[in-house]
């Protein structure tokens, strides 16, 4: 597949030494993970901070677990465009918290302030419930 034609796509590619990284990424990778390097930092977290361990694994759990930290874009047609957070039903109709915001620019914003307005095609992070995300998701739609 032709790199070009493709630069829209993210490539992720798993590397077990650093010092094969840069050759990925000059073949056109986007992102590498280093197979050691990511489990001995889970490894260290797991040591220093098990609280906060046992809460990233459990909003990042493909399964039951009822919480989910997730990727909303705002659409042209979504309510929440130019709302201000503070005045947007994201707390008080769905009880979701907004981690961070990535705007056109691609520079990801982490706790926007109360008087920060998504436009259309900014992606918020966000934190709650999976079924409040799931209804968020559908007004960030526009439906």
């Known amino acids: 597949m032709d790199r070009k034609a493709t630069v829209a796509m993210a490539i992720v590619t798993r590397s077990c030494n650093r010092k094969n990284d840069a050759k ?3 073949a056109g990778a986007t992102r590498v993970l280093n197979v050691y390097l990511n489990s001995g930092r ?3 977290r797991q040591l220093l901070h ?3 361990t046992a809460f990233i694994d459990m909003i990042s759990q493909w399964g039951d677990e009822s919480l989910g930290l997730e990727e909303v874009k705002l659409l042209r047609d979504s309510p929440l465009v130019g709302v201000e957070l503070r005045n947007a039903p994201l707390r008080s ?3 979701i918290i907004v981690v961070g915001v990535r705007g056109k620019d691609a ?3 982490f706790n926007p302030p109360s008087e ?3 436009a259309e095609g900014d ?3 966000v ?3 999976r079924e409040n995300l799931r209804q968020l998701e559908l007004m960030a739609e526009g439906k």
Do not use: R, T
């Open 24 to 26: 990925m990424i000059a």
């Open 42 to 44: 889970l490894m260290a």
């Open 50 to 52: 098990p609280s906060v």
């Open 93 to 95: 109709k769905f009880n």
């Open 107 to 109: 520079v990801m914003q």
């Open 116 to 118: 920060y307005a998504p």
């Open 123 to 125: 992606v918020l992070v």
């Open 127 to 129: 934190l709650g419930h």
